[in-house]
């Protein structure tokens, strides 16, 4: 359950903190409680709760930065950005940031009821100053991709694909991850349809009760991306992600035709049609488990850790 920690002060002593660089913590002002705010139907909504159906809905989640540290840990210690990135906002600036820290972290309220949040930087997710938009930490934006049916009876028209999203803001990469499987290498712009890996965690930077950006958007680190499509086909893939087809069936030296897709099998033999693996080729052979991969039509887009081995013929 998540636990809010507060603390009185006054703003003269609010004024004064140091942000120390150890732990990456900002220091946000609320200046628009959520649960101040009414519906357009004049219902006040409530601050999140355990009972809550949907607690990140009724999160404060921007504010006005405060304090910064002088500078980003990034170093084997357990307190270091899990990312090596730069310190891209600066005191005074709009930002908007990850609901789960909102619930889980310290509170300094002051004489007027005026809450500050310490949150950690690297839930720091987009930044507005003025009129400039910029995404933080790798979150790249994007709105939701429509599905646009030719037929007016196909029941998908109109629906969102959640696989699929719409660039509209793009994030400066970061230099490093302490994963070193993850990297920022696939190139994005604006306008761009994107496919999502698999781990990619699909939510929205707003809720629609109180969307201040125009559009909805969905906040999603580059690394998560797995491939850049052109229209229904992929037009490249990220750094180390294959795409391939099942094969369809093996012929036994008898004869017997055995198919490969039986409903006890767990995986499956697949040949490689499209690679950005350094170590796989088109035309090579893979074995991979049939159900936790993403999937386009009858073909797979496999990462590393979805290639149980791979074979030459």
């Known amino acids: 359950?998540?636990?809010?920690?507060?603390?009185?002060?006054?703003?003269?002593?609010?004024?004064?903190?140091?942000?120390?660089?150890?732990?990456?913590?900002?220091?946000?002002?609320?200046?628009?409680?959520?649960?101040?705010?009414?519906?357009?139907?004049?219902?006040?909504?409530?601050?999140?709760?355990?009972?809550?159906?949907?607690?990140?809905?009724?999160?404060d989640r921007t504010g006005t930065i405060w304090k910064l540290?002088?500078?980003?840990?990034?170093?084997n210690s357990p307190f270091s950005m899990p990312w090596?990135?730069?310190?891209?906002?600066?005191?005074?600036?709009?930002?908007?940031?990850?609901?789960?820290?909102s619930q889980n972290c310290v509170v300094i309220e002051n004489e007027d009821g005026v809450e500050y949040k310490l949150i950690d930087y690297e839930n720091?997710?987009?930044?507005?100053?003025?009129?400039?938009?910029?995404?933080?930490?790798?979150?790249?934006?994007?709105?939701?991709?429509?599905?646009?049916?030719?037929?007016?009876?196909?029941i998908t028209d109109g629906k969102v694909d959640a696989r699929f999203g719409v660039v509209e803001y793009v994030?400066?990469?970061?230099?490093?991850?302490?994963?070193?499987?993850?990297?920022d290498d696939i190139e994005i712009g604006a306008g761009d349809k994107v496919l999502f890996g698999r781990r990619a965690q699909r939510?929205?930077?707003?809720?629609?009760?109180?969307?201040?950006?125009?559009?909805?958007?969905?906040?999603?680190?580059?690394?998560?991306?797995?491939?850049?499509?052109?229209?229904?086909?992929?037009a490249r893939l990220k750094t180390g992600v294959v795409v391939v087809r099942p094969i369809k069936e093996r012929v036994t030296a008898s004869g017997i035709i055995v198919p490969p897709m039986r409903s006890d099998k767990t995986h499956l033999e697949s040949d490689v049609i499209m690679?950005?693996?350094?170590?796989?080729?088109?035309?090579?052979?893979?074995?991979?488990?049939?159900?936790?991969p993403l999937k386009i039509g009858d073909d797979y887009i496999l990462t590393d850790e979805e290639i149980y081995y791979i074979w030459k013929e």
């Open 1 to 59: 359950m998540p636990e809010i920690y507060r603390y009185k002060k006054t703003q003269e002593q609010i004024d004064k903190i140091e942000i120390k660089f150890n732990y990456n913590k900002v220091l946000i002002r609320i200046d628009d409680k959520i649960e101040d705010k009414k519906t357009d139907s004049g219902i006040i909504m409530i601050s999140p709760t355990d009972m809550d159906y949907n607690p990140a809905a009724h999160t």
């Open 69 to 75: 540290p002088p500078t980003l840990r990034y170093d």
């Open 84 to 101: 090596k990135t730069s310190v891209q906002v600066q005191e005074g600036d709009k930002v908007w940031f990850d609901y789960l820290n």
């Open 124 to 154: 720091l997710y987009l930044v507005k100053r003025g009129e400039e938009i910029t995404p933080l930490n790798g979150y790249c934006m994007f709105s939701d991709f429509v599905i646009k049916a030719s037929s007016r009876f196909d």
């Open 171 to 183: 994030a400066e990469k970061n230099q490093e991850y302490h994963i070193s499987v993850f990297s």
């Open 203 to 234: 939510y929205y930077l707003e809720d629609p009760y109180y969307m201040t950006l125009g559009k909805m958007l969905r906040p999603m680190q580059r690394k998560n991306i797995v491939a850049v499509m052109d229209g229904d086909n992929i």
């Open 275 to 292: 690679s950005a693996h350094p170590e796989v080729s088109v035309g090579d052979k893979v074995m991979c488990p049939k159900v936790a």
